[in-house]
């Protein structure tokens, strides 16, 4: 059982899950016949090879052999991890995961460290109203033009001078040391001597997730103190490659995906945003713009437009975000990019123009298509063929992350019309062969035998478990994938209404799931009409197998009589003319 969360829980909400409909929100389907298809979102796809069964909750590409349910494809798509999935389907299905569903994470998360960093964070909010200095960071913050109103949607806090604040305090409610230094919150002293707190002085932003719990904690010093910022470490549950930072404020007020997000660099840049009226903003945390940051935000909004200082700092910050995103640029998604003027960040800028200025911009923000070209053809000269060649080749290995589709074929007529050359010119440069997919077969295939049939055709229709037989007989033939057909028709029989997605999922992350999975692709595009008739031809020779190796077992031990030993032979006489 997958990451041990209860089946009965999973099949649930699997069966509350219309896959299509999920599918469709993201690769718009096509009605085909019983099913539903598409270009495969998995591998670059010119033909529709991807369908999706709404009677299996199914879906399979016959391209690249990508196949499974809804929380495979959440998982692959959106590249999230298992719970994840899980957590995202049940929150669009209205299912109530149970309360201790963290625990069936697996041990690294440390479930336990949630209602630590929770404490942690009202200690520190509780500093920010209550401590000796509250007015000194209170000027501080209006001195940036951060209301009350904003501080407090955002959790604001303060935490105090000196070295034993915090720790303390959470002692006192039963949280160990060691507790402390694995949530990031405390630092081991030399030589084993204790511990003391890691942030002091500072004005802290607590990082959320989407669910609103606390991960970690950003720290921005109140003076010239360095570092300016200071971020919890990694721990079990806080990572900075993956946080954003204003996520979870962000869709607390919307009830609908916002139409667009600006990724900006600092909490106070999103702080001030919010508070003059864009309060569609979100921040990285410190770090480069990673690969999971990319999918998250692609999750949250199809538009995206990135914002950087307009120094070399910046720009090569807004490249470096280039090369991420492109292989995510699909059909219906647009990123853009927003310079800033020398010396103003998005705090300063908004307050100098005000919001419907500084809006404006984001709007008009440069296209990813035209800053790319721009980029690139900057490097060359396109007044003769050398230069030109050199623009291809640079482009070569930035195009061909992009997945096929409209966007990857208009950019490559803009592309071709700068070098002067015909577009299926430099199709065939930049794209690869069409037989040579992007992604192949998650596996080999299978050699077919009796079994594997039986078992495809099982999974095909799985109220087919009710005409079998003798299963105990079936059970003594040492035949390969017998035993595994065994099992089937047993849980099938006492389940007859699980759907093909459900099955899977009860033998997610098994060997056994691996070859099942193959198995139901291999038997995807049955006719359903002839299933039935075919699996019964399959029991036949099953049973026709067990009864051979009955006979001739009997016969090998010498246990057979005159009647019986007649009778065999009669069996397999050659027929006379």
């Given amino acids: 059982m997958a990451h041990r969360i209860p089946q009965s829980v999973l099949d649930d909400l699997l069966a509350r899950v219309d896959l299509v409909e999920l599918i469709d929100r993201r690769v718009p389907l096509r009605k085909t016949g019983r099913n539903y298809s598409a270009c495969c979102p998995f591998h670059h796809d010119k033909t529709p090879s991807f369908t999706v069964s709404p009677d299996k909750q199914f879906y399979h590409c016959f391209g690249c052999g990508a196949g499974g349910n809804a929380i495979s494809f959440l998982m692959d798509y959106e590249r999230l991890e298992f719970l994840e999935a899980v957590s995202e389907l049940a929150e669009q299905a209205g299912v109530s995961l149970p309360q201790d569903a963290a625990a069936y994470t697996p041990q690294t998360t440390h479930p336990d460290l949630y209602p630590l960093l929770a404490a942690a964070d009202r200690f520190f909010r509780h500093q920010l109203r209550h401590h000796a200095r509250r007015q000194t960071v209170i000027e501080y913050l209006r001195g940036r033009g951060i209301e009350g109103t904003t501080a407090r949607d955002f959790g604001i806090g303060y935490a105090p001078p000196g070295w034993d604040n915090l720790h303390p305090a959470l002692s006192q409610q039963g949280y160990s040391h060691q507790a402390l230094e694995t949530a990031g919150l405390v630092i081991a002293r030399d030589q084993g001597n204790g511990v003391y707190d890691r942030f002091r002085d500072r004005l802290m932003f607590p990082i959320r997730d989407r669910r609103g719990r606390t991960l970690g904690f950003g720290g921005r010093a109140l003076d010239d103190t360095p570092p300016k910022y200071?971020?919890?470490?990694?721990?079990?549950?806080?990572?900075?490659?993956?946080?954003?930072?204003?996520?979870?404020?962000?869709?607390?007020?919307?009830?609908?995906?916002?139409?667009?997000?600006?990724?900006?660099?600092?909490?106070?840049?999103?702080?001030?945003?919010?508070?003059?009226?864009?309060p569609y903003a979100v921040a990285t945390l410190g770090t480069a713009t990673t690969d999971e940051h990319i999918n998250q935000l692609f999750r949250l909004s199809d538009e995206l437009v990135f914002c950087f200082d307009g120094d070399r700092a910046g720009r090569d910050a807004a490249w470096h975000t280039l090369e991420h995103v492109l292989p995510t640029v699909r059909d219906g998604r647009r990123v853009g990019y927003l310079f800033l003027p020398e010396g103003e960040d998005p705090d300063s800028l908004v307050r100098h123009i005000?919001?419907?200025?500084?809006?404006?911009?984001?709007?008009?923000?440069?296209?990813?298509?035209?800053?790319?070209?721009?980029?690139?053809?900057?490097?060359?000269?396109?007044?003769?063929?050398?230069?030109?060649?050199?623009?291809?080749?640079?482009?070569?290995?930035?195009?061909?992350?992009?997945?096929?589709?409209?966007?990857?074929?208009?950019?490559?007529q803009q592309l071709a019309e700068r070098v002067q050359a015909p577009v299926e010119l430099l199709n065939r440069h930049i794209?690869?062969?069409?037989?040579?997919?992007?992604v192949r077969s998650r596996a080999p295939l299978l050699r077919r035998t009796l079994p594997r049939l039986a078992i495809s055709l099982l999974l095909h229709q799985p109220i087919l478990a009710h005409r079998v037989q003798h299963l105990d007989a079936l059970k003594k033939l040492t035949v390969p994938g017998l035993p595994l057909f065994a099992e089937l028709v047993e849980y099938l029989q006492t389940h007859p209404h699980i759907t093909l997605g459900a099955l899977l999922e009860h033998y997610r992350d098994t060997p056994t799931g691996h070859i099942l999975t193959k198995l139901a692709q291999a038997g995807f595009d049955l006719n359903d009409d002839l299933a039935e008739a075919e699996f019964m031809g399959v029991l036949d020779k099953l049973q026709q197998l067990y009864l051979d190796r009955y006979w001739f077992d009997k016969a090998a031990r010498g246990e057979l009589d005159e009647h019986e030993l007649h009778y065999l032979r009669t069996l397999h006489r050659p027929d006379a003319d």
């Fill in 230 to 278: 200071l971020n919890s470490p990694e721990t079990p549950v806080f990572h900075k490659g993956r946080q954003l930072y204003g996520v979870y404020e962000l869709l607390r007020q919307r009830r609908n995906k916002p139409a667009r997000l600006l990724v900006v660099e600092g909490y106070m840049d999103v702080l001030a945003l919010a508070q003059h009226g864009i």
């Fill in 354 to 412: 005000g919001q419907q200025a500084f809006e404006q911009r984001v709007v008009e923000a440069t296209p990813l298509s035209e800053y790319l070209l721009d980029q690139l053809s900057a490097q060359t000269r396109l007044n003769d063929v050398d230069g030109r060649a050199r623009l291809l080749e640079l482009a070569k290995p930035l195009l061909s992350k992009l997945p096929a589709g409209a966007y990857r074929d208009l950019l490559h």
């Fill in 431 to 438: 794209s690869p062969p069409e037989h040579q997919p992007a």
